[in-house]
């Protein structure tokens, strides 16, 4: 999605233009966008997120680190400085999903473990409390992606801040599809 009104910029679709096809999700910050199109937090990525929600389409905003800044123990730092890029450009949470993935485990086969994918989610729940409300905090859904499937998402989805799944591969097998939203039991928030 493009960030201006109406702007067609090469390869992007402006929100007007998904609106108007009945798009109701926009999927912004993904690991693609970021490492393979060089889109930046501050230029990019805030500003679309502002701007999907200005023209009511909801935000699912992906945040993760690469396999290099996980070994150089910089998870927390690169996925806070992501959150801020968005927290900098939101004021209301109400539209917006989160989605913890880590950049080596989408399409890998690499799914973090339950702990690793919880460790984050329960750092970027804080940081939301920290740096925006208490509120937003606890009613947020911040989901996992990344190699989830069938078989290793029950044990995911039994984490206490896992509020569900941003599913690629897996998606396109239908009853591998269907264990995979199954296993995610009511939580805090439904949508
Ligand atoms: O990138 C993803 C979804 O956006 C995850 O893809 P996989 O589930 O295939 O790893």
Known sequence: ????????????????????????WVILGHSERRHVIGEDDEVFIGKKAAYALSQNLKVMACIGELLEEREAGKTFDVCFKQMKAFADNITDWT????????????GTGKVASPEQAQEVHAAVRDWLKTNVSADVASTVRIIYGGSVNAANCAELAKKEDIDGFLVGGASLKGPDFATICNSVTSKKVTA
């Open 95 to 106: 539209n917006v999903v989160i989605a913890y993935e880590p950049v080596w485990a989408i």
């Open 1 to 24: 999605m493009d960030w201006k009104r109406r702007s067609f910029h090469w390869r992007n679709s402006s929100a007007e233009q998904l609106v108007d096809i009945g798009c109701q």
